[in-house]
């Protein structure tokens, strides 16, 4: 009940915040206005109307019944119009529309200057199309250039005489790339008051504006009652931030940055940073754990101090070189999963990046963070990449003494793409590596490795394909440091090379067959299977005295001795598009030749592999599992289906035949109709280490109505991992939402209203 009356309590005030959000009205266009006095002397306007005539007293032109005004892209439209072309006066009334564009300004009747840019429009409405925005007033005043006065004012961005919602105000006066004043404001839902403030002031520029952004208010086990507000500053034209103040009763006050700036078409960057001084912690005594920690984490958190630092910033360089800098700096393991959801969390964030610089995050349960430095260059054959990549291990970092998380300080690499070896017919390939790695307290030393490759492929006519290829990998190292952390001996070895061969082979066919087919609509159907087989070969080679650094597969090269073979089955449908380009009927114009559409709508694919040392292997401890010898691999197969539009299936399992059972399947069906009504169910399973089912609904009850929901299972632990459920509805100019989310540990209450145009208060 006290969380309830404190959200009573702000209504008036989040209700004004929301009214004055810069990116509604703040960014509504102006030459609407300026459109009206924008006068080209060099174009002159031109009057159309049922009767014109010239009144050589009043030196007017008198135009009545359909009369237009135009001149450009404005046009005047009125029963009646006076127009003075000496003064640049006109008078209009009956019907009265001004255009500019997909804009309009509507009254009753209108007198403009049009040299001076004064006038007075009587019961006036500007239409703003962009968002939708209807600004009415019984009388406007343009007082100069930008400045407006309007008496009787009404703001809404619903359609009809009877709205959905408005703001109205005895009277307001606005100063277009200035501010907006408004006295005695009231926001109204149909016919009821719900706000009223006897003067509020919201930025009228066009251009981005500082205000405040509608804020989040709602309720969490895990934060109490809850209120982000977000503060907007424009800094400039290539720059803004965005300040956040997130209330929790619970945990604090968690203070938030977003800084974003742009230097060139190429050059830009994303910086943002919060911090919190957490009220609770978890010390492992009395409930602290189960209250503030989380189940699936065996570490502690002691600290207050918590925060996230994360940046993005791409530089293009001289000679076509191109900068990339990612930075995810966290205070401690939990601190993702404490802030998934939110306006600074991890979701939005994760969206954010990836939208704007293409970046992908570590997922927020990985205590590893990447950050990365990166210079590239790609030509039409060859690229060149160096990065500095430092892999922060938050544990380690923050509970442990000695760190031995290894660091590329940095990766230098030059790559050759597959090219015809001159008018031979062999072709090659190169990839090439150099790094060093770093590690506080463990091993350190450089790598270097080239890797040609050369293949030669034959096509037997539309038979087969056949190519053979062989690679050579070279690789050197020389220490710094152990493993250990110790310094080599002068008399100790410190340079290691190896040098490793290896050869493929790919026989791969393709046959197909076209059917005759009228199945929903079709005209015929492609069936092709493609039959594969690879063999692959390395050596067994010693390689237990070489460094190992134990971040890729470089360092060790596993032996193989191993023949893959699959078949592929592809089934495409052909159906004929009954409506050309021209917009006619294939059936009513024969000269045109029929357009079809094509659809892949079966996939299926099975694959398995026979390794021939482990079946020449006597040594059990050689073997794979150390228990039995089994060297066919598990028959791995996927599938995707689509049999009509609204319908799909994906999947996919390996069958081993050896214990007579799968070792993994996963499966995954999407259901949807023309209403936009949605159901997907996906089954995940992996012997001995995963079950689980996860579904989600959304209905749409009627064409403004949509309920959801979802629900998430680990069926292994007989756990519920999460339920969801909300209902929103949706009008044609607001919308509300109200949801719950319920997870171990902590449930959510989310609740929205969006006035579209203004704003949104919720979540």
Known sequence: MGLGRNIIRFMPIIVLLTIIHPHAIAQQPDYLFKSLVDIDPESPWQIDANEIFYDDKSSRYIAKGSVTLTKNDKKLSADYISFDYKNMKAYAKGNVSMAAGKDTLAGSSMDIDLEKQTGTIENGTFFIKENNFYIKGSKVQKLDENTYYIEDAIVTTCEGENPDWVITGKSAKVTLEGYGYVWHAALWAKKVPVVYTPFFVFPAKTKRQSGFLPPEIGYSDRWGGYFIQPFFWAIGESSDATFYEHHMHHRGDKLGLEYRYVLSEKSKGTLMYDYLNDRKIDDGTLDSSEKWGYQDDDELRPNHNRYWFRMSHHQAMPMDFF????????????????????????????????????????????????????????????????????????????????????????????????????????????DSEYTYFYSEDGQKGHRADLYPRFYLPYRFKNYFSFEPSAGVLETGWYMDRKETGEAYLSEEKKRFNRQICDIKLDLSSETYKIYGSKIFGTSGIKHSVTPQIIYEYIPDQDQDGLPDFDVDSIDRIEKKNLITYSITNAFTSRSINN???????????????????????????????????????????????????????????????????????????????YDDEFSSYNAKMSLSDNRDDRLSVEYRYTRDSIESITADLSLKITDDLTAYGGYERNILDDKRIKT??????????????????????DRKYEFSINLYGLGEVGN
């Open 323 to 430: 900068a990339k800098l990612d930075l995810d700096i966290v205070s401690d393991q939990d601190y993702l999963k404490e802030f998934e959801d939110g306006k600074t969390g991890f979701k939005e964030t994760k969206k954010y990046f990836n939208k704007n610089f293409g970046r992908e995050f570590d997922e927020y349960d990985d205590q590893v963070r990447t950050n990365r430095l990166n210079l590239n260059r790609n030509w039409s054959k060859y690229s060149f990449n160096a990065e500095a990549l430092w892999y922060d291990d938050i544990i380690k970092r923050r509970w442990e003494d000695t760190d031995t998380t290894i660091q590329k300080l940095p990766s230098i690499g030059f790559d050759a793409s597959r090219q015809q070896v001159l008018k031979s017919p062999f072709y090659f390939n190169l």
């Open 579 to 657: 409506v050309i380009k021209t917009g006619k009927s294939v059936e009513n114009n024969f000269s045109e030749p029929p357009i079809y559409d094509y659809r892949q709508f079966l996939w299926f694919k099975l694959e398995q592999s026979y390794d021939i040392y482990e079946a020449r292997e006597d040594d059990p401890q050689k073997w794979e599992n150390q228990t039995d010898q089994r060297p066919f691999s598990p028959v791995k197969g996927e599938l995707e289906f689509y049999p009509v539009k609204y319908l799909s299936f994906e999947g996919d399992a390996e069958w081993c035949s």
């Open 724 to 745: 969801s459920a909300g209902i929103k509805y949706q009008a044609q100019c607001w919308s509300l939402g109200i949801g719950c989310t319920d997870e171990p540990g």
